[in-house]
């Protein structure tokens, strides 16, 4: 979907003329080392709203965990 989003609209600037910009973010392991309890810590402070909290819950909840025990 995002791929060809960017194909319309580079087609849209070579068909009209424009100049296109592109900026590409690579945030796979940009979430590893985050302190979630305190980033909910912070989030309920300034009274977010309980649907962002809920939708950023579940969404933590959805990654994947390994967990090895016993050698």
Avoid: Q, W
């Amino acid at each position: 979907m995002c791929t060809m989003a960017l194909k319309e609209t580079l087609a849209y600037y070579s068909v009209v003329g424009g100049t296109a910009f592109c900026t590409l973010l690579d945030a796979t392991k940009a979430f590893d080392r985050v302190d979630y309890c305190k980033l909910f810590r912070e989030l309920i402070k300034p009274d977010v709203p309980a649907i962002h909290l809920r939708l950023l819950l579940n969404r933590i909840g959805l990654l994947d965990i390994a967990l090895l025990t016993g050698g």
